[in-house]
C-alpha cells in the first residue's frame, strides 16, 4: 500500500496542482463568458499569452467496459495530463510559434488487489503551429510536429513509436469546429510493428459548444489501416456546472483499438464520467 501511495502522490499531484493553476493563468483554458474571435485580438493572445498552457483534454474519469459485464479487471481510472510551453514570444517565419507538448496519459485499476496502474503513456513532442486569418476573421490553426509516444517498459511489454503529424483545426463557426490530421509513421517499437493497423494514419473529427458555453460536444474517428470502414471512436461531453469554475464535468466513450499502448491490439469498448478541464477553441487528440 505504502508503493501504492507513492505512486499515487507523483502521478496525481502534478494534476491536481498544475492543472488548475493553468486554469486559472492561461487565456487558452475556457472561459465561461462567451469569447469573441477577430484578428488583433486573437494575435495579440498568440503573442501575449503564457508561456504554458493545456494542450489536448486534461481529466480524471472512473468507468467500465460497456460490451462485457462489469469487473474488476474492466473498470478502471484513467487520466491524463497535457501542457504546451511556447518557446517563442512573436512569430518566426511564416508566421508560426514554436511549441513543446507533453501529455500523459494512466491506466488505473484501483478495484485489483494492490490497485495497479497497468500503463503509463507518455507523448511529448515539438512543432509549429500557425494561426489562419481570413477577410479580419480568425478561422483556426494548421500545425506540424515531431512526436514520440511510449510506455516506459522493457523487455515484452515495450512499446514505442514515433510519428511526423501535419493536423488543422478550422473553425466553420464561433461554436463549430472541424479538425483532422494525419501522419508518418516511424515505427521502432519490436513489439508492436503491426501498430498502424490498429492506430491508422488519419483521424478527423467535430467539435460543437452552445451558445451560452455550457455544454460542449466532441467526436473524432481514427481510421485503422484495413481496407474495411473500421474506425477507432472517441467522443466526449463536457458540462460547465457555473460560471465560476473552469472546469467541467466530462464523459468519455471509446469504441475501438489503441486505447493504451499496452493493450493497443485489443478491443476496447468503455464509458466514463469524471471531471475535466479543456482548451478553450479546441482540443488536439
Not at 499515487?8 to 463568458?33: F, N, Y
Not at 487520466?79 to 510559434?97: A, C, G, N, V
Not at 500557425?130 to 523487455?155: A, C, I, M
Request: aromatic letters at 16%; one cysteine or more; proline letters at 4%.
Amino acid at each position: 500500500m505504502k508503493r501504492v501511495t507513492a505512486k499515487l502522490r507523483k502521478l496525481v499531484l502534478p494534476l491536481l496542482l498544475v492543472t488548475p493553476w493553468l486554469t486559472a493563468q492561461s487565456q487558452i483554458v475556457t472561459g465561461r463568458e462567451k469569447p469573441t474571435y477577430n484578428v488583433d485580438s486573437l494575435r495579440r493572445e498568440y503573442d501575449k499569452a503564457p508561456t504554458f498552457g493545456l494542450y489536448k483534454d486534461n481529466y480524471f474519469i472512473f468507468g467500465t467496459a460497456l460490451n462485457h459485464r462489469p469487473n474488476r479487471e474492466n473498470t478502471n481510472v484513467k487520466f491524463q495530463i497535457s501542457i504546451q510551453m511556447k518557446l517563442t514570444r512573436s512569430t518566426l517565419p511564416l508566421d508560426t510559434y514554436l511549441y513543446l507538448y507533453y501529455s500523459q496519459k494512466v491506466f488505473w485499476n484501483v478495484l485489483e488487489k494492490s490497485m495497479p496502474m497497468t500503463d503509463l503513456n507518455f507523448n511529448p513532442g515539438i512543432g509549429l503551429a500557425k494561426p489562419l486569418f481570413r477577410d479580419g476573421r480568425y478561422l483556426g490553426r494548421v500545425y506540424l510536429q515531431l512526436e514520440h509516444e511510449s510506455n516506459g517498459r522493457d523487455s515484452i511489454q515495450s512499446r514505442s513509436w514515433n510519428k511526423i503529424s501535419l493536423g488543422a483545426n478550422i473553425m466553420i463557426e464561433n461554436n463549430l469546429t472541424v479538425h483532422g490530421r494525419f501522419w508518418i509513421p516511424i515505427v521502432d517499437g519490436e513489439n508492436n510493428r503491426d501498430i498502424l493497423k490498429y492506430k491508422g494514419l488519419y483521424q478527423v473529427g467535430v467539435q460543437y459548444r452552445t451558445n451560452n458555453n455550457k455544454w460542449a460536444f466532441n467526436i473524432m474517428f481514427e481510421k485503422r489501416m484495413t481496407w474495411k470502414l473500421n474506425y477507432n471512436i472517441i467522443g466526449d461531453i463536457q458540462w460547465y456546472i457555473s460560471k465560476k469554475f473552469d472546469w467541467c464535468i466530462y464523459a468519455q466513450y471509446f469504441s475501438g483499438y489503441g486505447e493504451s499502448l499496452l493493450y493497443y491490439n485489443k478491443y476496447v469498448n468503455q464509458l466514463r464520467v469524471g471531471i475535466g478541464f479543456a482548451p478553450r477553441l479546441f482540443s488536439v487528440y
